[in-house]
């Protein structure tokens, strides 16, 4: 006798246990030998696997306090026993028989002796163990069946039984426990679901109930039964069982040896009662089920166990031999059949002491270093070794090869499969089950020709196959093969070999005493015992696979393993599991460790370009006293950070700041954040800015708080409008009488919202805020000067800048348009804005020369709908004041005529939607929008592929030259976000009077009522000489840009441009007089004292950055308050010129 294992419970699981619990009191084993039960003195339930994987413990529940915070009283049992098949399990409370009166049978059982009946499930592997090649978990009991596969939408059926009964799980392989062992696992593709539960046919379970074996198919879409006698089959896909038809038949018939599926057919070691015969029988799937339609073949002794693998059955029988059948698939008739031959039998009596002891018996593929070779991955199919767990020893026994027959050409190709086996070879002890396959794949060589052991509480085994790399001739002195143990939180019940995943179930315990009043909880024993709900789980087992070769210094094999599992979705998880393991167990090791591992899992990570991500989640994830340790082993986190930042992974680089943060003094910090936070500012990642924002100002005011987590989703860089548009109220088209007396920069400064809920607060006094502010207007500065407006745009909406008064400041520097003709070019192609055209029929087209007026213009005066396209009221509410009209309708057109359009006043008409199939358009610019706030889908402006039409307009007709020049200025419109973008602009630059840049966006969307409000602007309010004579001259060279011939321009040529400039043509001449009146004057009269802190120093915010970012943001203070004095007075100054009203700006 040898001491094998034990069953043993742990301070670390249940603290105090020994106090708690007593001596052991009762042990029962199931009727299947797969399980047995424990309990103890003091209270307490426990169930095990055969050699030692704890699968239920109720200790966590029976000592805890009851949901009124009183103690609760742990059930006590005096004596247990298992039902048939190990599906029940009868206990007598130990204190019922002396202590509880005889009650009334509530649930029609008897209670008056305090008996408690629990209901298991096992797994199918417990009885027929030829389930282990297959991927899916099955689970029976003794009237339903509970699968992973099916639909997994459907909900898990009621259990049909009493009050007090519990649905535990005998063969439930997984943590059993109160919930404070959770599995680590991830669920991403197919654990945490609900059960699909197939209740058996009640028709068969009348005579045959309960269920002993069970069995599903590879594809996971049919299933098998068998009861006490007979079977039954079921399609998950049609929802149908289908029983005998002669019950006759399924009386005769018991099987002994389990079955198995065989592509459609139902393979099957039976006994015939009638004949007194054991036989094999194979029935196929889709024909009925009789006997006449089975292929029947007698067996000379009893069969204990069955087996297929491919087309092959393996049968072990009771006098110690392994029978070999070859399996062939015929067509004959109607429905097809199977035939099966004898291949080969083999002796055991030798090796077996006595037959029962047997567990599994399955044919396989593996082979051990004498056969396995990297140019022949077909043998990778073939029968190679026949594998036999004896009472938990795995025992080998492979074919052998030595012989001259695998040499000899002439013999019978089947003769292949008749070579003799060596001698057996244990492999591993306390094996519980084994998992294989016969799949090929050349990626994952290494998972599919492995072979996959449970041995219980010693947790799992892999005997890993070992290639050489690049084809190269295997070293003679290397084993072909290695066994690597691991341990896993779960209790193995399926294995899924590609997805490198081990599947299980749990038992999650619920206490219901809540349900019961005190007085109750006394009559019911019930409220005693937690009740169990089973759950699906999984586990990864790659991370340990990984560890255990890189501690036999096998790192190239871990290499090629991990390149061949990199496409899985979880492969980073994987990395980062292994990194963190191996740290918290060197990092908090008590004694020195000779030779650390974590320094090879650091160079192994750094392989994968994963090994950023990795190293600071994992951080992240652990505590910082272990931070040292593990930067010691992988790098130092400065030097990371730049890695992230040269890589462009700007999240990443987040998660190393907050490292950096708690390891490096608060001007290391500072420095990197400043990196990160202009990087993020030029790829137009807002949600990082902001968080970068809220990062440095917590440094600056020495807050110790950890910096918010980094954004899991990021936000485009380019914004569907300009999000904060929205809550605005803008309103374009006001007179131009009433410009000049709402133009007060001061007052009516309107600053935007973003996004991030609030502006964060300007405090001069604050150095960190000026430090912020500072890079924000030099990045807003070189957009502007980049003329990069929706860039700009984008930037002030979800980062909530100041950007009128900015525009302010910087109207005479950066906000000066510089170039007319290259703006143009640079917002054309940043608002995917189309250059207007001119057809060439438009030499003779009725629109020129103001021909148009008579054709369709005056009509458009005279009727009605006319106020519906020129007069667009707003729907802002803010002003109605009808708009200009486009210039399309206003060729040639007086002033007058506006004025009399104007006058009409905002009478509408209805209006009707028609597509762009219809026979008339309109398109206008005010029918593509009516004001900048007009982002709803509700709104009356045209949109897409609709445009508005009058009623009394359909009776206009146009010629061909007509409808041309109408598709051309319907093509020449840019996308409706631009529009919207552009008019947003359009009103920023406005209330900051940055007109130069009014005057490009109105020759964009070619509106002449931009135009003529600038020029009043102009002429109302005393506006500077310069911004005149800069607006001129940009007219000028956009005109010549527009007139110039291609080879003789340095841009390209636009002559769209040249009928909208000829509309505003008289305007240019005002602007040229009022030019030359500013001209005279200004050269005798001295400078306007408010003008000069603008004018003399242009460049003077420039210096002021210079002074700012010029030094390392760990500058003394004495600089930083020095440069916060000159921008606090700079800033004084700008306001008092703004207060003294040098400038008007539009109010709205």
């Known amino acids: 006798m040898q001491l094998s294992h034990k069953l043993e419970l742990t301070p670390k699981q249940y603290p105090d246990i020994w106090n708690k619990t007593g001596p052991v009191k009762l042990i029962r084993w199931s009727p299947d030998s797969c399980v047995v039960m424990v309990t103890w003195e003091c209270g307490g339930l426990s169930l095990w696997s055969v050699f030692g994987a704890q699968l239920i413990c109720t200790l966590g529940g029976d000592f805890a306090y009851q949901s009124d915070g009183a103690k609760k009283d742990p059930l006590k049992i005096s004596s247990m026993t298992w039902g048939s098949e190990g599906y029940h399990l009868w206990v007598i409370d130990g204190s019922s028989s002396s202590n509880m009166k005889p009650e009334r049978d509530a649930n029609n059982k008897a209670q008056q002796f305090g008996i408690l009946q629990f209901q298991f499930i096992k797994s199918a592997l417990t009885v027929n163990p030829c389930m282990s090649n297959q991927e899916q978990v099955l689970l029976q009991g003794e009237d339903r069946l509970y699968l992973n596969c099916g639909d997994a939408t459907q909900a898990q059926s009621p259990r049909n039984t009493s009050a007090h009964s519990e649905h535990n799980h005998s063969r439930e392989r997984g943590p059993f426990s109160d919930g404070s062992l959770d599995s680590q696992g991830l669920s991403t593709l197919l654990g945490h679901r609900h059960w699909h539960v197939v209740q058996i046919h009640s028709t068969y379970l009348e005579s045959n109930w309960p269920i002993r074996f069970s069995a599903i198919d590879k594809l996971g879409q049919n299933v098998a039964v068998v009861g006490k006698f007979g079977f039954a089959h079921y399609s998950l896909l049609t929802k149908k069982w289908k029983l005998f038809g002669n019950i006759t038949q399924e009386q005769n018939m018991m099987v002994t040896g389990g079955l198995a599926w065989w592509n459609d057919f139902i393979v099957l070691a039976c006994y015939n009662l009638n004949d007194h015969q054991e036989e094999l029988r194979i029935y196929l799937r889709t024909s009925n089920l009789d006997n006449a339609f089975a292929h029947i073949t007698k067996v000379q002794a009893d069969t204990l166990l069955l087996s297929v693998f491919r087309d092959i059955v393996i049968l072990f029988r009771a006098d110690c031999s392994i029978c070999l059948y070859s399996i062939e698939r015929r067509s004959e008739g109607l429905n097809p059949t199977a035939s099966i031959q004898v291949l080969q039998e083999v002796s055991m009596s030798r090796y077996i002491p006595h037959p029962f002891l047997v567990v599994s018996v399955t044919l396989t593929s593996v082979r051990t270093e004498t056969g396995i070779t990297l140019k022949m991955p077909q043998q990778a199919c073939e029968a190679e070794s026949i594998m036999l767990n004896l009472a938990g020893q795995l025992i080998m026994l492979q074919r052998d090869r030595s012989g001259p027959q695998i040499r000899d050409k002439d013999n019978n190709p089947n003769q292949r499969k008749h070579l003799p086996f060596c001698a057996p070879v244990v492999l591993a002890q306390s094996v519980e089950n084994v998992w294989t396959t016969c799949r090929i794949n050349k990626q994952k060589r290494h998972l599919l020709e492995a072979l996959w052991l449970s041995c219980g509480g010693a947790g799992m085994k892999v005997w890993l196959p070992l290639f050489p790399r690049d084809h190269r001739k295997p070293h003679s002195f290397l084993s072909r093969r290695i066994m690597l143990p691991f341990h896993i939180n779960i209790y193995p019940l399926a294995v899924l070999f590609e997805d490198a995943l081990v599947l299980g179930a749990v038992n999650d315990t619920v206490l219901y005493d809540c349900l019961y009043t005190q007085t109750s909880a006394r009559e019911h024993l019930e409220v005693l015992f937690p009740f169990s709900i089973v759950e699906r789980t999984s586990q990864i087992y790659l991370h340990h696979i990984l560890r255990q070769l890189l501690v036999r210094n096998l790192g190239e094999q871990a290499l090629l393993l991990a390149h061949s599992c990199a496409t899985l979705p979880y492969f980073p998880h994987v990395l980062e599991l292994m990194l963190h393991e191996v740290l918290e167990e060197e990092a908090t090791s008590r004694e020195p460790i000779p030779d650390p591992l974590l320094p090879t899992v650091a160079k192994f990570i750094t392989e994968f370009p994963l090994f950023l991500q990795t190293v600071v989640h994992c951080a992240r994830k652990t505590e910082y006293a272990l931070w040292n340790y593990l930067f010691a082993a992988v790098g130092n986190p400065k030097d990371l950070f730049e890695e992230c930042l040269m890589a462009q992974d700007l999240d990443t680089a987040a998660s190393y700041l907050i490292i950096l943060q708690n390891m490096e003094v608060p001007a290391v910090s500072r420095q990197h954040a400043t990196l990160l936070f202009n990087t993020a500012l030029e790829q137009g990642k807002w949600d990082l800015c902001r968080h970068m924002i809220r990062f440095l100002k917590a440094i600056g005011s020495g807050e110790t708080e950890t910096p918010p987590a980094t954004p899991t989703t990021q936000e485009p860089s380019s914004s569907s409008g300009f999000e904060f548009f929205r809550h605005r109220s803008i309103s374009l088209s006001q007179s131009a009488e009433n410009l000049h007396s709402k133009f007060n920069l001061t007052k009516t400064l309107s600053m935007p919202s973003g996004p991030s809920g609030k502006r964060w607060s300007k405090d001069s006094d604050c150095a960190e805020n000026m430090y912020i502010d500072m890079m924000l207007w030099r990045h807003a500065r070189r957009l502007l000067e980049e003329i990069k407006l929706k860039d700009l745009g984008c930037f002030a909406a979800q980062l909530g800048f100041e950007l009128i008064g900015w525009l302010c400041k910087e109207r005479a520097r950066a906000a000066h ?332």
């Open 817 to 1148: 348009v510089e170039d007319f003709v290259l703006a143009l070019k640079k917002l054309h192609k940043d608002f995917l804005w189309p250059f207007p055209v001119i057809p060439a029929s438009s030499i003779n087209s009725p629109f020129k020369n103001g021909k148009y007026k008579t054709a369709i213009g005056e009509q458009l005066l005279k009727s009605q709908s006319a106020d519906t396209f020129v007069n667009m009221e707003m729907d802002t509410g803010v002003s109605n004041t009808p708009r200009s009209r486009s210039w399309l309708g206003t060729v040639s057109c007086s002033q007058r005529e506006i004025d009399t359009v104007s006058s009409h006043g905002p009478h509408m008409q209805d209006a009707f939607l028609s597509p762009l199939l219809s026979k008339v358009f309109l398109i206008g610019d005010e029918c593509s929008i009516g004001s900048a706030t007009d982002l709803t889908e509700t709104s009356s402006m045209v949109d897409g592929d609709w445009t508005m039409v009058d009623e009394n307009f359909s009776s206009l007709s146009l010629t061909q030259s007509e409808l041309e020049h109408l598709s051309l200025e319907l093509a020449s419109k840019g996308p409706h976000k631009s529009q919207v973008q552009l008019r947003y602009l359009l009103h920023i630059f406005m209330e900051a009077g940055c007109l130069d840049w009014c005057v490009v966006i109105g020759l964009i969307l070619r509106e002449s009522s931009v135009i003529n409000q600038v020029f009043s602007i102009m002429q109302s309010a005393d506006i500077d000489g310069e911004i005149c004579q800069n607006i001129k001259t940009g007219l000028h060279a956009v005109d010549k840009w527009a007139s110039t011939d291609c080879a003789l321009s340095h841009y390209l040529p636009s002559p769209g441009y040249k009928p909208f400039l000829n509309i505003i043509k008289p305007q240019i001449q005002k602007l040229n007089e009022i030019v030359e009146e500013q001209v005279q004057p200004e050269a005798f009269q001295p400078v306007n004292p408010s003008k000069v802190p603008e004018q003399a120093n242009p460049r003077a915010e420039e210096s002021r950055t210079s002074s700012i970012h010029g030094t390392n943001p760990q500058c003394d203070a004495g600089n930083s308050s020095a440069s916060r004095h000159e921008e606090d007075k700079a800033k004084t100054e700008d306001e008092d010129s703004f207060q003294e009203g040098s400038y008007d700006c539009v109010v709205s």
